[in-house]
């Protein structure tokens, strides 16, 4: 049995096989064949399994993101299955005797090329696409396989790193932990990780041997330990069904209030980054959605999000919630969180970067598509907004004009919408500084404080060797928080905390001290909180 130690970043136990998830580049030489018939044949049977590796995706997303988001899987078959595509690589094949990865790299490479150089900004998106199913193409011809798809057994992933836009591809269903070589505690991916509530262990020594065999991963004590003998087994299966029973306990706790003895409510409502997650925010029994991520929309496509498309996923979300809060952050894109077809520049510093609101506010086009898509979703439930890496007056009165603008043109056309709570998030210092500033501005404050305290203690929160230096209990922290919430209600407006530090059950009585409104946390999280608040005085 080998045991390897990390870091750990959600609890729990997972027993199951190891998937380990290689990035290999796909480096394609151009050899010569003799037998072309033999070669497309390879090609045929290649290109058939990928066409049924994206029909079966296509499947597996409607279900979890919806028809809409999942149609890229069924374009990226087509692409596959069109004639012009197959009949270059068969020639280049025939006329020029070479191998089938060839072909296809150099058909791929053409056909993207003519994409990117039409007119229309439709097809030049599919200059991706069409890279993307070549790529998936060679992989299948070198044996390999293809990334985010993970099969269809339940497995624990393995991997050197994890970036947001491959794990939210994943199929969750079959997720049973992630352990990962790189990354840090509050990378997204460790995120994703709690809203999932899987256990996920980072910083381990991994090896790509252990593909395949049996594991158990210990998210209490951050380990993985390979090929586990039936002692070990049998103790951790013995751990796992105590899990299970101090989960059942917790459910006793839904449908009560999260009220302390002598009285003081807040709310706790949990954060998403897909329609997937609302399983669980359900069967945890959060009062509302404190912050859906929607930049994860934009994470898993390939091209830019329609307004319908992102109409459609808000409409889900606020149906679902049934006229609970539904808190939608406007698009958190840049920093470790980047899209190829969004073309952002390399940065020195990502993380103090183009990123977020200061895309938006420079690329209305996109900013107002998402604001219509918002607006027009609130006439199906209770939706409020709020804007990320806020920090100045300045800022939010630009966004107001832009929201005028939104709101005249929906009125216009006649298309109704309710309405909207308008926030900010407060995660940089000097958005918390000038907090009594902003606050006669707009109508909530969210303190995000996973970007709060890397600014705040200037610890890139991406970097795993800052470990030792990374205080999340930091009092500049915790009295900037103090600070926003004392200057919230003083303005008559309401202050919560959407950061991972709102989960940290050992302040949560800290936070009934500060007099926080609203905690928002991994769905996971929210029972443990509600049990602290009742027991609190
Ligand atoms: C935060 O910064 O605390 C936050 C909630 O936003 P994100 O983690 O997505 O940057
Ligand atoms: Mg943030």
């Given amino acids: 049995m080998i045991s390897r130690e990390g870091k750990q970043v959600f609890h729990g136990i997972a027993i199951g096989r190891v998937r380990f998830l290689t990035k290999k580049q796909n480096v394609v030489t151009r050899r010569k064949i003799t037998d072309t018939d033999a070669e497309i044949t390879r090609y045929e049977t290649a290109k058939n399994q990928a066409v049924e590796q994206l029909r079966a995706l296509y499947g597996k997303a409607v279900k979890e993101v919806g028809e809409v988001n999942a149609q890229i899987f069924e374009v990226h078959a087509m692409m596959l299955e069109d004639g012009g595509y197959n009949d270059s690589v068969h020639n280049l094949i025939r006329s020029q005797n070479v191998n089938a990865e060839y072909a296809v790299a150099t058909t791929g490479d053409n056909f993207a090329e003519m994409f990117a150089n039409m007119e229309d900004e439709y097809f030049q998106a599919r200059s991706i696409d069409i890279k993307d199913v070549s790529e998936r193409v060679i992989t299948i011809l070198h044996g390999g396989d293809t990334g985010s798809d993970i099969g269809n057994e339940p497995v624990i992933i393995v991997a050197e790193d994890l970036a947001p836009s491959e794990t939210v591809q994943m199929d969750k269903s079959r997720l049973l932990a992630f352990v990962t070589h790189l990354g840090s505690a509050n990378s997204h991916t460790a995120i994703l990780a709690r809203t999932m509530g899987i256990p996920a262990v980072i910083g381990v020594d991994i090896e790509e041997d252990w593909n395949g065999r049996p594991a158990i991963v210990d998210g209490y004590e951050g380990k993985i330990l390979i090929d586990p003998d039936e002692t070990t087994l049998a103790y951790y299966r013995e751990r796992q069904k105590e899990d299970e029973k101090k989960k059942e306990l917790l459910l006793d706790l839904k449908g009560r209030e999260n009220v302390t003895k002598s009285g003081q409510k807040i709310n706790l409502y949990a954060n998403i980054g897909n329609v997937s997650d609302l399983a669980g925010v359900l069967e945890n029994d959060a009062g509302g959605i404190g912050l859906f991520r929607s930049e994860f929309l934009y994470l898993e496509k390939h091209t830019f999000p329609t307004e319908e498309e992102q109409f459609r996923v808000y409409r889900q979300v606020a149906e679902t919630m049934a006229g609970k809060k539904v808190i939608i952050r406007t698009l958190d894109i840049g920093a470790d969180k980047q899209v190829d077809y969004f073309d952002l520049e390399k940065e020195e510093n990502p993380a103090m970067g183009y990123r977020a609101i200061r895309i938006c506010l420079t690329r209305k086009d996109i900013f107002k598509t998402q604001l219509r898509a918002l607006f027009r979703a609130s006439n199906f439930g209770n939706i409020a907004v709020m804007y990320p890496m806020i920090i100045s007056v300045e800022e ?142």
């Avoid at 940089?428 to 909530?444: C, G, Q, R, Y």
């Avoid at 989960?503 to 049990?531: H, Y």
């Fill in 396 to 537: 939010v009165r630009q966004i107001k004009e832009i929201v005028a603008e939104v709101k005249k043109e929906l009125d216009e056309a006649g298309i109704p919408y309710g309405t909207v709570e308008q926030g900010i998030m407060i995660e940089t210092p000097a958005a918390a500084v000038i907090s009594d500033m902003l606050a006669k501005e707009v109508d909530f404050f969210s303190i995000g404080t996973n970007d709060l305290t890397q600014y705040t203690l200037a610890i890139d929160r991406q970097n795993a060797k800052l470990d030792a230096f990374y205080d999340p209990h930091h009092e500049a922290v915790l009295r900037l928080i103090e600070l926003v919430v004392k200057n919230a209600h003083e303005a008559g407006i309401w202050a919560g905390i959407c950061g991972e530090l709102g989960a940290d059950l050992t302040l949560t009585k800290r936070f009934l001290e500060m007099g926080l409104d609203e905690l928002s946390v991994s769905p996971g999280s929210i029972l443990p909180i509600r049990q602290i608040i009742r027991e609190s005085e």
